[in-house]
């Protein structure tokens, strides 16, 4: 303990069980009837589920989704080559004060430090995002890629991947309108200048699992996350009905799903964005991959009009996506800043 880097140690409040049960409560959701139907509606079986495991969990996980093995493969396997390598290395693609693309080993979750590194790339490159988080500051500005020069293929492998689960993540949110009611259509126009990312995952072995995290306790902003795990696992959801952590068991070729905070807002808090986490161990590597549905920067987050009525009001005030992005990063680029000055 006296050798263990306290600036991983979680209060004694949010340390994790390393024996919490796995969740096999959360529902696999098949979405081959998605593309197997002949005039592109969804079945109200398939939408009933979606609404249902929305309500009950903010989570869910999806098989027959589309996205072919061997891209995600790829994928999976340029994450692991980048990660094998030196930290010199990685370090050529650091994160820096205002990049928000590229490697970082010293992120904070809720003032903790977590027990990863990562990899972070967007889809659309350039991607335009707002010059600041100031509210009357009206200035425009993009983000670009930094991809690493000694792996060629890194690149390409991230695109094509990229492509792939964009189109799953419109796929997911017609889904998710037809399950509030609405035309499947009905969130198309606020994609248009998508600021979507990926981020790669490693979590090394812990010496002191019971006392870090991978991830600390965290929701998620934008529209929607898709995970793929490997067979480690470690992921946990903070389940509604009582509060507790619940590990969520890897499902081979399958997606973990999760409601960002701009869909509660939309919905008016009929779907909820939950909490979830990263428990880690002191044996084995685990490695994943997200893949953060967002939308573009100019658009205005506010529950939407068609759900709202006398009998249910409007619970949140309407934003600009771009602001909460930028401040969002602002705040990770500043402890990055103050991890990476102390060394």
């Known amino acids: 303990m006296d050798d263990f880097d306290q600036a991983f140690i979680q209060a004694p409040e949010h340390r994790p069980k390393l024996s919490d049960p796995e969740a096999d409560g959360i529902p696999t959701v098949d979405l081959s009837p998605i593309f197997n139907s002949p005039d592109g509606t969804f079945p109200d079986d398939l939408v009933r589920q ?4 929305s309500i009950d ?8 989704h589309g996205v072919p093995a ?13 990660f094998r390598r030196s930290l010199e290395e990685k370090r050529t693609v650091m994160k820096v004060e205002g990049m928000v693309t590229g490697y970082s080993d010293m ?4 003032n903790v430090r977590d027990w990863k590194e990562v990899f972070d790339f967007i889809v659309a490159d350039p991607t335009v995002v707002p010059v600041s988080p100031e509210p009357n500051d009206h200035r425009l ?6 991809w690493p020069t000694y792996l060629p293929e890194f690149r390409e492998a991230g695109k094509e991947y990229a492509e792939e689960l964009e189109k799953l993540g419109h796929k997911l949110v017609e889904l998710i309108a037809v399950s509030l009611g609405l035309p499947a259509q009905r ?3 606020y994609f248009k200048e998508k600021t979507s990312m990926v981020r790669l995952n490693h979590y090394p072995p812990c010496s002191l699992p019971e006392m870090a995290l991978g991830v600390g306790r965290h929701n998620d902003p934008g529209v929607l996350t898709m995970l793929v795990q490997d067979d480690v696992g470690g992921l946990e959801v903070k389940r509604k009905r009582d509060g507790e952590w619940i590990r969520v068991k890897p499902v081979p070729d399958s997606y973990v799903v999760n409601i960002g905070n701009v869909t509660q807002v939309w919905s008016n808090d009929r779907y909820e964005s939950v909490e979830h986490r990263v428990v880690v161990n002191d044996k084995k590597e685990r490695y994943s991959i997200a893949f953060f549905f967002n939308p573009s920067h100019s658009t205005i987050v506010e529950p939407l009009e068609e759900l709202i009525d006398p009998k249910n009001p409007p619970k949140y005030q309407s934003y600009l996506w771009g602001k909460v992005l930028l401040n969002k990063c602002a705040r990770l680029s500043r402890d990055l800043k103050l991890q990476y000055s102390s060394f």
């Open 50 to 53: 979606i609404a249902s495991t």
């Open 57 to 64: 969990w903010g989570f869910f996980l999806v098989v027959n």
């Open 70 to 82: 061997e891209k995600r493969q790829r994928m999976e396997a340029a994450s692991r080559e980048f």
């Open 107 to 110: 992120e904070l979750t809720k």
């Open 141 to 146: 500005t993009h983000w670009t890629n930094q």
């Open 187 to 189: 969130f198309r126009d």
